[in-house]
């Protein structure tokens, strides 16, 4: 790969930061995670417009949404190794391109299938090599206080709820879906530069190592965090990984997670709000406040896998997110919803500092982007099934709670298989490819 000047050169800011440059990475890809967590979110937010404006059947409206989280899906192991490839700079700047000219092409559809093109296939791509970001950055950047880090990066999904669903549910009613969407695009378009001046894909690329790693601050970068050093799992190595049962206990949870988060809350939540007779802001702010409550129990969850055995933290994670899925059916009004919110909200992406634990520890921390972005193809999966299933519930039983039912009984199935996955790392055989993993 050839040297970028800008790149080799360190950052002034790395200078004037008070603390490890590390965090300052984390913060820029939170943010970048921040803008897909808005385009994941606006469905919710857009299919009464839509409705209202082309008169298409929410089925049809769901199915552009179901192929965007299925793209995602199908696209995480792409960003993986387009990660460890060429750098999770490149890809974040590649993502949020492509995601401003789409959002803005998304503004002038006329036709469903140009909907199901722009919002399903060009964004579900564009949004589908990011989410191993928050791994691969916590696994190259961190040796202490990685499960911390992660929870913060995967907050910005959280964060997106809250910043943008509120926003996007004003702008809608006050201007129309358009304007609405060209905030997503600014926000793109904004981080844009600071991602190209700032970021930077390895500490060795500063003359760091990784967070209290044993070496000084400006020591020389290790061999494995050197530049250029780390190379993409073969596929050989990646067909290995998937003949252990960790593999599949965690893409099985992460198939439920899909099921019961993007899936049925994040698509049809604020549609059956509505169907009760819950206003429409009343509902995104509920939506708002799940975010907020998720903030917390995703960084507690983060903080809690630095300390005790993460398997654990994932069962309750799971346990929650059942209970509070099994209570929704019951619920009708305002303060019922905002107190689904709050329980929901605690667990609601509180499984991705766990899972990436779990990896890290059974398969070694090199190679987190690629094997959880392998296992996050099963979460999408998930997600889209649930998309289109919901909206097939609703239309064939008149309202969306078999759907619940389903979603909270697999909540608690996931939080018995959590407790299964093997605590033990890999020792032999040796992975093809990656001799660095064995005896991780």
Same mark, same amino acid.
């Given at each position: 790969?050839?040297?970028?000047?800008?790149?080799?050169?360190? %950052?002034? @800011?790395?200078?004037?930061?008070?603390? =490890?440059? $590390?965090?300052?990475?984390?913060?820029?890809?939170?943010?970048?995670?921040?803008?897909?967590? *808005?385009?994941?979110?606006?469905?919710?937010?857009?299919?009464?417009?839509?409705?209202?404006?082309? *008169?298409?059947?929410?089925?049809?409206?769901?199915?552009?949404?179901? @192929?965007?989280?299925?793209?995602?899906?199908?696209?995480?192991?792409?960003?993986?190794?387009?990660?460890?490839?060429?750098?999770?700079?490149?890809?974040?700047?590649?993502?949020?391109?492509?995601?401003?000219? #789409?959002?803005?092409?998304?503004? =002038?559809? /006329?036709?469903?299938?140009?909907?199901?093109?722009?919002?399903?296939?060009?964004?579900?791509?564009?949004?589908?090599?990011?989410?191993?970001? #928050?791994?691969?950055?916590?696994?190259?950047?961190?040796?202490?206080?990685?499960?911390?880090?992660?929870?913060?990066?995967?907050?910005?999904?959280?964060?997106?709820?809250?910043?943008?669903? &509120?926003?996007?549910?004003?702008?809608?009613?006050?201007?129309?879906?358009? &304007?609405?969407?060209?905030?997503?695009?600014?926000?793109?378009?904004?981080?844009?530069?600071?991602?190209?001046?700032?970021?930077?894909?390895?500490?060795?690329?500063?003359?760091?190592?990784? =967070?209290?790693?044993?070496?000084?601050?400006?020591?020389?970068?290790?061999?494995?965090?050197?530049?250029?050093?780390?190379? &993409?799992?073969?596929?050989?190595?990646?067909?290995?990984?998937?003949?252990?049962?960790?593999?599949?206990?965690?893409?099985?949870?992460?198939?439920?997670?899909?099921?019961?988060?993007?899936?049925?809350?994040?698509?049809?939540?604020?549609?059956?709000?509505?169907?009760? $007779?819950?206003?429409?802001?009343?509902?995104?702010?509920?939506?708002?406040?799940?975010?907020?409550?998720?903030?917390?129990?995703?960084?507690?969850? #983060?903080?809690?896998?630095?300390?005790?055995? %993460?398997?654990?933290?994932?069962?309750?994670?799971?346990?929650?997110?059942?209970?509070?899925?099994?209570? @929704?059916?019951?619920?009708?009004?305002?303060? *019922?919803?905002?107190?689904?919110?709050?329980?929901?909200?605690?667990?609601? =992406?509180?499984?991705?500092?766990?899972?990436?634990?779990?990896?890290?520890?059974?398969?070694?921390?090199?190679?987190?982007?690629?094997?959880?972005?392998?296992?996050?193809?099963?979460?999408?999966?998930?997600?889209?099934?649930?998309?289109? $299933? #919901?909206?097939?519930?609703?239309?064939?039983?008149?309202?969306? /709670?078999?759907?619940?039912?389903?979603?909270?009984?697999?909540?608690?199935?996931?939080?018995?298989?959590?407790?299964?996955?093997?605590?033990?790392?890999?020792?032999?055989?040796?992975?093809?490819?990656? &001799?660095?993993?064995?005896?991780?």
């Amino acid at each position: 790969m050839d040297s970028n000047p800008a790149q080799d050169r360190p %950052p002034r @800011l790395l200078y004037l930061l008070p603390f =490890y440059y $590390g965090w300052f990475v984390v913060a820029l890809s939170f943010l970048a995670n921040l803008t897909a967590a *808005g385009i994941r979110s606006a469905p919710s937010v857009l299919i009464h417009p839509l409705e209202a404006e082309f *008169g298409w059947s929410r089925t049809e409206i769901a199915s552009a949404a179901s @192929l965007n989280l299925l793209l995602l899906g199908l696209f995480a192991p792409v960003g993986g190794w387009l990660i460890d490839r060429i750098g999770a700079r490149r890809v974040i700047l590649g993502s949020l391109s492509t995601i401003a000219v #789409g959002l803005v092409a998304v503004t =002038y559809v /006329q036709q469903l299938w140009q909907l199901i093109l722009l919002w399903g296939v060009v964004l579900g791509i564009a949004t589908g090599i990011t989410p191993a970001l #928050g791994a691969s950055i916590a696994s190259r950047w961190f040796v202490d206080r990685r499960g911390l880090a992660v929870g913060i990066m995967t907050n910005a999904n959280a964060a997106g709820q809250i910043v943008f669903l &509120p926003l996007l549910m004003s702008v809608i009613l006050a201007a129309g879906w358009r &304007p609405a969407l060209m905030m997503i695009t600014a926000t793109a378009c904004l981080l844009i530069p600071a991602i190209w001046f700032w970021m930077r894909d390895r500490p060795g690329e500063v003359g760091l190592e990784p =967070y209290r790693s044993g070496a000084g601050a400006n020591a020389k970068p290790g061999k494995s965090f050197a530049r250029g050093e780390i190379r &993409p799992m073969s596929f050989a190595a990646i067909s290995e990984v998937m003949k252990t049962s960790t593999f599949w206990i965690l893409a099985g949870c992460f198939f439920i997670c899909g099921v019961t988060a993007n899936g049925l809350i994040g698509t049809h939540l604020i549609p059956h709000a509505i169907e009760r $007779g819950i206003p429409q802001v009343t509902a995104a702010t509920a939506v708002g406040i799940m975010g907020g409550a998720s903030f917390i129990g995703t960084t507690f969850s #983060g903080y809690l896998v630095d300390r005790i055995d %993460p398997r654990k933290v994932l069962s309750v994670v799971y346990c929650l997110r059942g209970t509070a899925l099994l209570m @929704l059916p019951f619920v009708s009004n305002a303060i *019922g919803l905002f107190m689904f919110a709050v329980l929901y909200g605690l667990d609601w =992406y509180a499984s991705g500092p766990a899972t990436t634990t779990i990896i890290a520890r059974k398969f070694g921390s090199e190679r987190v982007g690629q094997i959880f972005g392998t296992v996050f193809v099963f979460h999408q999966l998930g997600g889209a099934a649930a998309a289109l $299933g #919901g909206g097939w519930v609703r239309v064939h039983f008149g309202d969306y /709670q078999n759907a619940f039912w389903v979603g909270g009984c697999l909540g608690l199935v996931a939080a018995c298989l959590a407790l299964t996955v093997d605590r033990r790392g890999v020792a032999t055989p040796e992975l093809p490819g990656t &001799p660095e993993l064995a005896g991780a």
